[in-house]
């Protein structure tokens, strides 16, 4: 059960990408968006473990 989560978790964040960067070829401030977003999300993990 947990395996299909992290599947459908994968696929969502590769579809997500592939979309952003389709939509970044006409708005280039949105892949600035995420990398602060990513940053931030690097930091709360860093700070669970």
């Known amino acids: 059960m947990t395996a ?6 994968v ?5 997500i990408v592939h979309l952003a960067s ?3 070829a006409r708005r280039p401030p949105l892949g600035s968006v995420s990398d602060s977003w990513l ?11």
């Open 11 to 15: 696929v969502t964040v590769v579809v």
């Open 22 to 24: 389709r939509v970044s």
């Open 39 to 49: 940053s931030e999300e690097r930091a709360s993990e860093s700070n669970r473990t």
């Open 4 to 9: 299909v989560v992290i599947i459908v978790a």
